[in-house]
């Protein structure tokens, strides 16, 4: 029995963000996968079953980064505000040194790969941000409005800046990104 070459693995995940961020998941083929990580496409094949089973591994693969950056550094003790900038600043780092990754999650969403399944598991991840959000709200410090609706709005306002600097070449100062997340908390406090 072979055993698992993580590096070929690696080659296989970043040339299949790369080639998701440039042609999107429906034009990513197992075949441009291998040509994209210079790998037989055989070789694609030993560790991935199909495109399904490689959509689907690196999907949790992104989704436990995420998880594991968003929450860095993030303390359950401390005030309100200081958490969300904490972890607000955390996604916002994370976007911009992981955009394709960033791409690739949105992008998994939006199709079939990804069940309801799927998704409401990956949810539990999340958990520490839905429980701020719930604290915030029961402090009366930030709208009391349906929580998807509030992170909707502070991921894609997140997402939006990591775009416009990613496509736009825009430059971030620590001013541009102060006066960011007061745009954004001033969408969502009370």
Same mark, same amino acid.
């Given at each position: 029995m072979k055993l698992r070459d993580e590096t070929k693995i690696n080659k296989i995940f970043e040339a299949t963000l790369r080639l998701v961020k440039q042609n999107g998941l429906s034009g990513t083929t197992m075949q441009a996968v291998a040509k994209e990580a210079r790998l037989a496409t055989g070789t694609v094949y030993i560790y991935f079953e199909n495109k399904e089973a490689l959509i689907s591994s690196l999907f949790d693969v992104c989704i436990e980064n995420s998880a594991r950056d968003f929450f860095k550094n993030y303390d359950t003790a401390l005030p309100f505000k200081i958490g969300f900038h904490t972890i607000w600043m955390n996604i916002l780092r994370h976007r911009l040194a992981f955009?394709?990754?960033?791409? $690739?999650?949105?992008?998994? $969403?939006?199709?079939?790969?990804?069940?309801?399944?799927t998704k409401?598991?990956? !949810? !539990? !991840?999340?958990?520490?941000l839905m429980e701020l959000m719930k604290r915030g709200k029961q402090e009366h410090l930030i709208k009391d409005i349906d929580t998807f609706w509030l992170l909707t709005y502070m991921i894609s306002f997140i997402n939006e800046i990591a775009k416009r600097v990613t496509y736009y070449n825009k430059k971030l100062t620590q001013a541009i990104i102060a006066d960011n997340f007061q745009l954004c908390w001033d969408g969502i406090k009370a």
């Open positions: 955009f394709e990754e960033s791409i $690739f999650i949105e992008q998994c $969403f939006h199709s079939p790969y990804i069940d309801d399944v409401a598991n990956l !949810k !539990k !991840k999340f958990d520490p």
